[in-house]
């Protein structure tokens, strides 16, 4: 699809004031000596600049939109001469101009099945328009033209609905018109070849079995359709997480953004259950077994050609197979531990923990803090051509070529304590242990720790000094960690605020004090606050970092370190000897204008330090 733009009569080198040549009351349609005379009256661009736009491409037959052309130019605005005048910016300008309401593209609140019923896909693309929304008895439609809008009497008499005209980015409208009609047609062409009753999902099963001799049912394709859809807007959309949750009558699409769900689309329960089975055939997993959870891997690639991963993990429910797929990107394992949000001090620590011969380090926190990105990150970092790292992991979160992962599976009796035994047999210089659970495992990797070996390794505490009295409850003997431990880092992730829309605000006495007491800490003269827009869902934040407490085992608190070591005393001997307390490094990052006095509350633990 593309849109017209022809020159227009009038010339626009003739003008010398907006008010000897004034632009037509009405415009048919917007073409690009309109765009540039409208942007020379309100002194967007400098005109020698417009003039010589206009003769080189008053002969020209393509077939694209004024705002693009303009926007190709890379000219800087006029009114703000520090940014340029892109695709986005003009098309505000040009909704403003036809006093229709600007409106941003989410194709994850797109109602497909709704929006495509009410007029053809012809029709559409012959207009360039798109339907949106229909409700409450109006149709919002979308156009890259809002001057053109010959067609709205004799549509609205057509659907009996009233039709609200709203503006949109001419290259949103190219990408996303063909794309409502197809994943509207898949869905609907799908569901009538699944219509029904539940028996249609093992007919379905059956079709997808022929799939493997390539004899390729026509309908299956509408679901392959589906997925790849899915896939796509989950990685264009930042989602850590996509959820397919069965309901009674329906099924629930929700992706996980910045630890945030959102419900993306609702589809009938046979397309779901079809779209499930799509996903474990892609995972290799058994698509007949559905009474017991299962486990499976996707290794694919996104529009951009980055390779992506995704995990795989099935349960039963109530109303049929919740499905959850845990995406991961290989650039998440970065460089610069600063951009994980370690502060110079703490990345400077971290790397001298782990470049000792040996020892043992803890990563603690909950599930989804972040501890499988920084042990992955420093793996990468560690694993040279001289070492040889392994890995014992349930399950194996990524796939990394640069070491030597192994799966715990527990049915066969390899279990962590057995893998970590396997791997001291193959001359591993740094070991990773997914989880210590139990006192076996605990003691194999303190052990594997003392005989010259490097072990990272992951618990579940609430903070670093909880994870020594762990220990200490799990039955490792006090003197043994003595002697292993090296450091405990335990960590959080934190939202950041976006970029676009945050603004400066005051912050209470009262505020500050929530997640710097009992530490005196200088309260900043100003900080951050979320607003919302369009580029972050309008949640006023946008990607998340971390937040870190590293404690370094010095002698002090060795001495701490018996079988009845009191917990408080240890971490008041902890903050002594330097360590910053998350909420105090959450603190920081308020006052640095990264996130927000709420985020902080809501995943730190709180200070207690009497």
């Not at 249609?200 to 589906?226: M, S, T, Y």
């Not at 990773?432 to 720790?449: L, N, P, S």
């Not at 006023?540 to 870190?548: C, F, S």
Request: include cysteine.
């Amino acid at each position: 699809m593309s849109f017209a733009s022809s020159p227009n009569s009038l010339p626009i080198y003739a003008m010398n004031t907006p008010s000897q040549f004034p632009l037509p009351k009405t415009i048919h349609t917007l073409r690009l000596s309109d765009l540039l005379r409208l942007l020379l009256t309100h002194g967007r661009v400098d005109k020698s600049l417009a003039e010589k736009l206009h003769q080189d491409r008053k002969r020209d037959t393509s077939r694209i939109h004024p705002i693009v052309i303009v926007a190709e130019q890379k000219w800087p605005d006029l009114q703000a001469p520090t940014q340029l005048l892109t695709v986005e910016s003009l098309s505000r300008f040009v909704a403003e101009q036809a006093d229709v309401p600007y409106y941003q593209i989410d194709p994850l609140k797109l109602d497909f099945s709704t929006a495509a019923q009410i007029m053809s896909q012809a029709y559409a693309e012959r207009l360039r328009i798109m339907p949106i929304t229909v409700k409450d008895g109006v149709a919002t439609i979308a156009t890259a033209d809002p001057f053109h809008q010959e067609w709205l009497p004799d549509l609205e008499r057509m659907l009996k609905l009233r039709i609200q005209v709203v503006m949109v980015n001419p290259l949103d409208l190219q990408r996303y018109l063909p794309e409502v009609y197809q994943l509207s047609a898949a869905i609907q062409s799908a569901n009538a070849a699944k219509a029904g009753q539940i028996v249609g999902v093992q007919n379905f099963e059956q079709l997808i079995e022929l799939g493997k001799d390539r004899q390729l049912d026509a309908n299956e394709q509408h679901v392959v359709n589906i997925v790849d859809w899915l896939f796509k807007y989950a990685f264009e959309q930042r989602a850590s997480d996509i959820h397919l949750e069965p309901r009674r009558s329906l099924g629930l699409m929700r992706f996980r953004i910045d630890g945030v769900l959102h419900q993306v689309y609702q589809l009938p329960g046979n397309i779901m259950n079809a779209i499930t089975s799509r996903i474990k055939l892609l995972g290799r997993m058994d698509m007949v077994e559905k009474r017991r959870p299962q486990d499976g891997r996707i290794k694919t690639v996104s529009s951009d050609g980055k390779e992506i991963e995704l995990r795989l993990s099935t349960m039963p429910t109530a109303f049929g197979e919740k499905l959850v797929m845990r995406i991961f990107k290989p650039d998440i394992l970065v460089q610069d531990f600063q951009l994980l949000g370690f502060s110079k001090r703490q990345s400077e620590q971290w790397s001298q923990w782990t470049h000792q011969p040996n020892g043992i380090i803890l990563v603690t926190g909950p599930t989804g803090s972040g501890k499988t990105t920084t042990l992955y990150t420093t793996l990468k970092q560690l694993a040279t051509s001289e070492v040889n790292v392994c890995t014992v992991e349930d399950p194996i979160e990524m796939i990394e070529p640069a070491f030597n992962q192994m799966q715990v599976t527990q049915n066969i009796g390899l279990g962590f304590a057995e893998g970590i035994r396997t791997l001291m047999r193959q001359d591993p210089d740094i070991i990773m242990v997914g989880e210590i659970r139990d006192q076996q495992t605990a003691d194999m990797a303190i052990q594997a720790a003392l005989t010259g070996h490097l072990v990272l390794s992951t618990l579940h505490t609430n903070d670093a000094p909880s994870a020594i009295t762990r220990l200490l409850d799990l039955g490792v003997p006090a003197y043994l960690i003595h002697s292993s431990l090296l450091g405990i880092m335990a960590q959080r992730l934190v939202r950041t605020l976006c970029p676009h829309c945050k603004t400066e605000a005051e912050i209470s006495d009262a505020e500050w004090a929530s997640v710097t007491r009992p530490f005196k800490a200088t309260k900043p003269a100003k900080v951050m606050q979320a607003v919302g827009c369009q580029e972050c869902r309008h949640t006023g934040y946008r990607g998340r970092t971390g937040i870190y407490e590293m404690l370094t085992l010095t002698s002090a608190i060795r001495k701490l370190i018996t079988p009845e070591t009191d917990l408080l005393q240890l971490r008041q001997a902890a903050t002594q000897a330097g360590m910053q307390p998350l909420m105090l490094n959450g603190a920081e990052k308020v006052a640095a204008g990264l996130t927000t006095v709420e985020e902080v509350l809501k995943v730190a633990p709180p200070l207690e330090m009497d």
